[in-house]
């Protein structure tokens, strides 16, 4: 059987689970990291016939696959703002959203010399390591409640040379909040689907992604933006920028609930689907 052969058994495997289109893609992803090779090395081995260990581990990842488990998982591997990370179960999948709320912050960073970052509830450490290598003359930090979440975040960092400290912090404790400094910006991520979302989630979200870093109660939807927009009132120094990853249908009540915190020049910006999905504000400078 020649790699072009395993592509189409792996292909035709999983196109009644997935749909034709998503096999494909999760096939080239699989050989492509499996091989550690570019598309056009591979297109010049595709008519050869692969070893006896690259079959058993595709015949191995097509089990787990056909479980609903991430390609990511599978692989143990995520790209995200051309960066390869290290992913496990104990961290969430890095999205291509959260890559649109990285590069707004490198073009509103980018003229400026002396900036200190903070990322809060940093999992797999994708938007501090990303920052830091994309404005290697800035100071970042990171903080993640979760002792397995920052060993591979620690270890993605030392893996790519990105200069970012990590703390172990609860945000929602707010006695941890005295161990950190004071920054120009802080950026989160944090947990924001409802409960009652549950319904129309994949299974290979649900099943398998760490349910501590996407749910939230449906009574307290903004849990993690209250505590963490108390913390920047302390921690922001004055002019400095606060930015979130919001659920879509929160838009209108995280502008209430930062004005009422005190923050300004609130911008609510969409991702690529047209969907309300970031928003950043400004705190205010004494005696404005």
Same mark, same amino acid.
């Given at each position: 059987? *020649?790699?072009?052969?395993?592509?189409?058994?792996?292909?035709?495997?999983?196109?009644?689970?997935? /749909?034709?289109?998503?096999?494909?893609?999760?096939?080239?992803?699989?050989?492509?990291?499996?091989?550690?090779?570019?598309?056009?090395?591979?297109?010049?081995?595709?008519?050869?016939?692969?070893?006896?260990?690259?079959?058993?581990?595709?015949?191995?990842? !097509?089990?787990?696959?056909?479980?609903?488990?991430?390609?990511?998982?599978?692989?143990?591997?995520? *790209?995200?703002?051309?960066?390869?990370?290290?992913?496990?179960?104990?961290?969430?999948?890095?999205?291509?959203?959260?890559?649109? !709320?990285?590069?707004?912050?490198?073009?509103?960073? /980018? @003229?400026?010399?002396?900036?200190?970052?903070?990322?809060? @509830? *940093?999992?797999?450490?994708?938007?501090?390591?990303?920052?830091?290598?994309?404005?290697?003359?800035?100071?970042?930090?990171?903080?993640?409640?979760?002792?397995?979440?920052?060993?591979?975040?620690?270890?993605?960092?030392?893996?790519?040379?990105?200069?970012?400290?990590?703390?172990?912090?609860?945000?929602?404790?707010?006695?941890? %909040?005295?161990?950190?400094?004071?920054?120009?910006?802080?950026?989160?991520?944090?947990?924001?689907?409802?409960?009652?979302?549950?319904?129309?989630?994949?299974?290979?979200? !649900?099943?398998?992604?760490?349910?501590?870093?996407?749910?939230?109660?449906?009574?307290?939807? !903004?849990?993690?933006?209250?505590?963490?927009?108390?913390?920047?009132?302390?921690?922001?120094?004055?002019? @400095?920028?606060? %930015?979130?990853?919001?659920?879509?249908?929160?838009?209108?009540?995280?502008?209430?609930?930062?004005?009422?915190?005190?923050?300004?020049?609130?911008?609510?910006?969409?991702?690529?689907?047209?969907?309300?999905?970031?928003?950043?504000?400004?705190?205010?400078?004494?005696?404005?």
């Amino acid at each position: 059987m *020649t790699y072009r052969e395993l592509e189409k058994m792996v292909i035709d495997s999983l196109a009644g689970i997935y /749909g034709y289109q998503e096999a494909r893609s999760i096939q080239k992803i699989l050989f492509e990291d499996f091989l550690q090779c570019t598309p056009a090395s591979y297109l010049l081995i595709r008519d050869t016939e692969p070893s006896p260990q690259f079959g058993d581990q595709v015949i191995n990842a !097509l089990g787990k696959l056909k479980q609903f488990t991430p390609i990511q998982y599978v692989t143990g591997f995520s *790209t995200f703002c051309g960066f390869r990370l290290k992913v496990n179960a104990g961290v969430l999948i890095p999205r291509p959203e959260t890559e649109e !709320l990285v590069k707004a912050i490198v073009q509103y960073c /980018g @003229g400026q010399k002396k900036i200190k970052i903070l990322d809060i @509830g *940093t999992g797999s450490g994708a938007i501090a390591i990303s920052l830091s290598l994309l404005l290697p003359h800035l100071e970042v930090d990171a903080s993640d409640f979760s002792s397995d979440a920052l060993a591979v975040a620690s270890s993605n960092a030392e893996t790519l040379n990105a200069g970012v400290q990590f703390f172990h912090n609860d945000i929602l404790q707010r006695e941890s %909040w005295s161990q950190m400094g004071s920054y120009n910006l802080i950026v989160s991520n944090p947990p924001y689907v409802k409960q009652s979302e549950r319904a129309s989630m994949h299974p290979n979200v !649900l099943e398998y992604e760490p349910s501590v870093a996407l749910f939230v109660p449906d009574d307290n939807p !903004l849990l993690f933006y209250t505590a963490i927009s108390e913390f920047a009132l302390e921690k922001l120094l004055p002019g @400095g920028t606060l %930015w979130f990853e919001i659920n879509e249908s929160e838009g209108k009540a995280m502008h209430s609930l930062l004005t009422s915190c005190g923050f300004v020049n609130i911008v609510a910006m969409n991702d690529f689907r047209g969907k309300q999905r970031f928003i950043s504000a400004t705190k205010q400078i004494d005696n404005q």
